[in-house]
């Protein structure tokens, strides 16, 4: 019904950048939400950074100056610019997308990617 496909992980050093795409295909009516979250070994799923519909982006703390989120619309494509990579961003990341497949625009379901590895090693 809905896809996923993420790019752009690998192995990088301390300091060095990365950009990570999700583009979302399928059945897909209108899209509420998209974003990524990421997830280290041994914790928790977090949030990294969202944007609406509307525009409006959000970002954990944490994101606020080294990540960036923009969006390609015509594409239903989202991308994440890491800068100034460190250690502890090493993770796995993984684009959400909140999604109607129905023309009403409801329900609204979350749709995960399969994740992309992001390694920040000398």
């Known amino acids: 019904q809905v896809q996923l496909v993420e790019s752009g992980g690998g192995l990088v050093q301390p300091g060095g950048s990365l950009r990570l795409s999700c583009a979302a295909s399928?059945?897909?009516?209108?899209?509420?939400?998209m974003g990524w979250y990421r997830q280290a070994p041994g914790t928790q799923r977090e949030l990294v950074a969202v944007i609406h519909s509307t525009g409006t982006t959000t970002y954990a703390d944490f994101a606020k100056g080294r990540f960036t989120l923009s969006r390609d619309n015509a594409k239903s494509t989202i991308y994440l610019r890491i800068n100034n990579l460190k250690p502890d961003d090493t993770a796995v990341y993984y684009c959400k997308v909140g999604a109607s497949l129905d023309e009403s625009g409801w329900p609204v379901n979350d749709y995960w990617g399969q994740g992309t590895q992001v390694t920040v090693s000398s």
């Open positions: 399928g059945s897909i009516f209108s899209i509420s939400v």
